[in-house]
């Protein structure tokens, strides 16, 4: 078993109407590590998440978990890399709040009592059990967004990739989020613009500007150089 | 936008037990021959004693009736002049006819009855619940799945075209014509929404694409698996035979 749970090399990823997304990405991230993945709007974090389980190839090598990303690994490897989607719309689909949480661990082939109890557990984690009958659609975007968490949770992913999530939460459902992020022992890969999310749960940041990492290192040095963070149109990890 | 559901519906009847009485309910009014207005005036009453139990809104119910009365309304409306029977009235060259009035009076009937018995089953049941007794009933899954997806994309288009609309509204307090509402503000407008509905595709569309990773991002090849439902209650079980029971002999008093 390799220790790398994130293995990138010159990634490149262009859309089909032409725009340059990924330049010759490179990244490596350890096995257990908790990184913040920060950049300006445009800068390409969405479309490289997108490229860690599968739903987007680009030129380049990409290995998850020891798995190549290719076609004969997707359903190992999505039942292991689980997908925050930024928007939650774009992620809840389900008539129930219930079904959409079970949608994964069902489709893992797990027993019925099993995938009740995660279900359970995952909406329970993110505060939004007593919503388990409710229709998504209905939800507020914060209460959303919780259950957009929880549908990836319920999987208990080896490696989490988690698209922004932070916005759109009141704060004392960013602060039980950051506290639950970081009792969790799995790899965990997030963009964000949350300069205080970052700060809280990453000890390593990575710079992406331009389809490209423009900085890599301590999360406390990057996050507070000032020069960085705003040539980058980002804002140092403030009053912490 | 579809209809919501009043109750939550986490207690009462089995949604499988409603599903199938209501069907039930409703071929019996179907098959009943013209003029059993007593067996109508009982399964009638028989809504009626559904809706107290369940304490339906009366009159959102009735207006939603009320809504679906005209096309019915309209579809019979040349039963009276085109059924042979002794002739009433005559308009021209039309002849209203006694038997004609009859089958007239008795469709309107039966459409009401059926559509306030299944009006009753929609507001009573979430959709989500409908759909799983539908797949638990031995609709074939792909089936449940599309009629659940186009309910769901129903929500996502409305919510799309709602967020354009604001957007447009927001940013459009001048209009470019001034006050007036001649041709030329119609003209802008049409131009507006033609753009709009265009763009509504598109953004749908888009989304229905990124809905899609969703799904596979969570392990979806091809086929859907859902939970099996709980099983059926003594009680929900009596309920449906009894219910059963009694449409079966209202069939046979009103064609006896
Ligand atoms: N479906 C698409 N088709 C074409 N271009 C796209 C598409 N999605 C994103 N892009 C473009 O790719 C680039 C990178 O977008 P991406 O969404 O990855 O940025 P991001 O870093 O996630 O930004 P944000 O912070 O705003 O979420 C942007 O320039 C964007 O315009
Ligand atoms: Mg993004």
Redesign the interface.
């Known amino acids: 078993m390799s220790d790398w749970a994130i293995r990138v090399r010159e990634l490149r990823y262009a859309y089909p109407d032409g725009r340059e997304a990924l330049r010759g990405l490179t990244l490596t991230v350890a096995r257990g590590e908790k990184v913040a993945l920060v950049g300006p709007n445009g800068a390409g974090k969405s479309t490289f998440l997108?490229h860690l389980?599968g739903?987007l190839r680009g030129e380049g090598v990409v290995e998850v978990l020891g798995m190549p990303v290719v076609e004969a690994n997707?359903?190992r490897l999505?039942?292991q890399v689980g997908?925050v989607?930024q928007?939650p719309?774009?992620?809840?689909?389900?008539?129930?709040v219930f079904?959409d949480v079970?949608?994964?661990p069902?489709?893992?082939g797990l027993s019925?009592e099993e995938?009740?109890r995660r279900a359970r557990q995952a909406l329970e984690a993110v505060g939004m059990l007593h919503a388990a009958?409710r229709?998504p659609?209905h939800l507020s975007l914060g209460e959303r967004k919780r259950v957009a968490i929880a549908?990836?949770l319920a999987?208990r992913p080896e490696l989490l990739l988690l698209d922004e999530p932070t916005a759109g939460l009141d704060p004392r459902a960013r602060r039980s989020l950051i506290a639950l992020l970081g009792t969790l022992p799995q790899t965990i890969l997030v963009a964000t613009h949350d300069m205080r999310l970052a700060a809280a749960l990453c000890r390593r940041a990575v710079v992406m500007d331009e389809g490209l990492i423009v900085a890599d290192g301590p999360a406390d040095r990057l996050l507070t150089d000032a020069a960085l963070m705003e040539a980058h149109g980002l804002e140092v990890a403030c009053e912490c | 936008m579809p209809e919501m559901a009043e109750s939550d519906g986490t207690s009462g009847l089995d949604p499988r037990a409603r599903l199938l009485l209501t069907l039930g309910f409703i071929v019996v009014v179907t098959a009943l021959p013209d003029g059993a207005w007593v067996e109508m005036a009982l399964l009638a009453s028989s809504l009626l004693v559904v809706a107290v139990i369940t304490r339906t809104d009366w009159a959102s119910l009735l207006r939603r009736v009320a809504l679906l009365l005209p096309f019915a309304a309209l579809a019979a409306l040349s039963l009276p002049f085109t059924t042979a029977g002794e002739t009433l009235l005559r308009v021209g060259p039309l002849r209203l006819t006694d038997r004609g009035m009859l089958r007239f009076a008795a469709l309107i009937g039966r459409t009401l009855l059926s559509i306030t018995a299944a009006s009753l089953l929609v507001r009573q049941t979430p959709m989500p619940q409908l759909f799983q007794a539908l797949q638990s009933l031995g609709v074939p899954r792909l089936l449940v799945a599309i009629a659940a997806s186009a309910y769901r994309y129903s929500f996502i288009l409305a919510e799309e075209a709602a967020r354009m609309d604001r957007a447009r509204r927001s940013r459009s307090a001048d209009l470019p014509c001034g006050r007036g509402r001649g041709l030329r503000w119609l003209w802008w407008r049409a131009r507006g929404l033609g753009g709009m509905i265009g763009m509504l595709f598109l953004r749908s569309y888009e989304r229905s694409e990124r809905i899609y990773l969703a799904m596979v991002a969570r392990g979806y090849a091809g086929t859907l698996y859902a939970l099996e439902p709980p099983a059926w209650q003594r009680r929900d079980l009596y309920a449906l035979v009894g219910g059963m029971a009694g449409l079966l002999l209202c069939l046979l008093m009103g064609v006896r």
């Open positions: 997108l389980n739903l997707f359903p999505r039942a997908l989607f928007d719309d774009d992620q809840l689909f389900s008539p129930t079904d079970a949608f994964g069902l489709h893992m019925a995938v009740r009958h229709m659609h549908t990836v999987m």
